[in-house]
């Protein structure tokens, strides 16, 4: 099983932590694939993020308001490009890693069945704002998401079938703009996925909505204030699954990220790698057993299927 980081990056074309980052995958490069959704590939000049970019057949023309063609084409190329991505991170240029790469891997191998998305009905006057067109849908499809979040396999396929099977009902949605806060949680309702385990609803993306840089973009962390280290220790302590925190300026300090990923939680997390290690040995076990039950069925059915031929 593996791990697609699906970034998408606009402007400048630049990771804003892409050290960081580099650093931060290199620790579990085995189970992570890197994807980069770009609007210019000649604006690109890391040879890091031009090596993971996606081919320019996979690049639509996208906006701030209408980014859902980057959700779909690294869904759709992330999933073909390799058959093990479990789980699909959606992230921005400006998102940066939060927690140790081994807390990182011990929730992947725990929860890997499992999709972060957090939802809830559309908090909006939908007959004031256009956003999503949720004016024309039914009451109970009003719904809003986290345009940031994790996804596991099968919600992913899911999400991709019905876009497919339903053009209609899709271009209706992004028509109206900021598609990408609404769509995924409608597909999951239709999919009748909402309000079960398999998706949880909850944040992985810390952001700070209650001090916004704009009209309609959150805080962005640039110098590493009193405000800055509540915010970011209080989502660790109340969040388990908080990963990830956005928006993070290029001079937000190195050493204060660093110091979150590597050293605030280091005794802890050391713990977490016995437990990791028998996660992974229980999932690798399931999943042989599996194979072996399939095996055995068939191995049995070609047995019984020659017992006849000789009776005959």
């Known amino acids: 099983m ?19 980052w580099q650093k931060w995958i290199k620790y579990n490069e085995d189970i992570i694939n890197v994807y980069f959704y770009y609007s210019d590939l000649d604006k690109i000049k890391s040879g890091w993020i031009l090596k993971h970019a996606l081919p320019k057949d996979y690049v639509y023309e996208t906006s701030y308001f209408y980014v859902m063609p980057a959700y779909m084409s690294l869904m759709n190329f992330a ?3 390799d058959k093990s991505n479990q789980w699909f991170c959606f992230l921005t240029d400006a998102c940066c890693p939060i927690i140790s790469p081994i807390k990182f891997r011990y929730l992947f191998y725990k929860y890997y069945n499992r999709t972060f998305l957090s939802w809830r009905k559309a908090w909006w006057n939908i007959d004031f704002h256009k956003r999503a067109n949720l004016k024309q849908l039914p009451e109970e499809y009003r719904l809003a998401n986290d345009p940031w979040f994790i996804m596991k396999r099968e919600n992913v396929l899911q999400c991709l079938d019905f876009i497919n099977k339903q053009p209609n009902i899709t271009t209706s949605i992004c028509s109206g703009g900021l598609a990408n806060e609404s769509l995924f949680a409608i597909i999951m309702y ?17 952001t ?3 001090r916004m840089s704009s009209s309609t973009s959150p805080h962005l962390f640039k110098s590493a204030d009193e405000l800055d280290i509540k915010f970011i220790k209080n989502n660790l302590i109340q969040n388990k699954f908080m990963i990830f925190m956005r928006k993070v300026a290029p001079d937000f300090p190195d050493e204060l990220i660093n110091y979150y990923i590597y050293d605030y939680s280091k005794k802890e997390d050391d713990k977490l790698y016995w437990t990791m290690l028998y996660l992974n040995i229980k999932n690798n076990i399931k999943k042989n057993l599996f194979h072996f039950l399939i095996y055995g069925i068939v191995f049995s059915i070609g047995i019984i299927i020659c017992q006849i031929c000789k009776l005959h």
Request: hydrophobic share 45%.
């Open 79 to 81: 999933i073909k490009h």
């Open 2 to 20: 593996k791990i697609a980081l699906c970034f998408i990056i606009s402007r400048e074309h630049i990771l804003n932590k892409e050290h960081i």
């Open 208 to 210: 700070d909505w209650t």
């Open 190 to 206: 239709v999919c009748k996925q909402l309000n079960t385990p398999s998706v949880i609803s909850i944040a992985t993306h810390a």
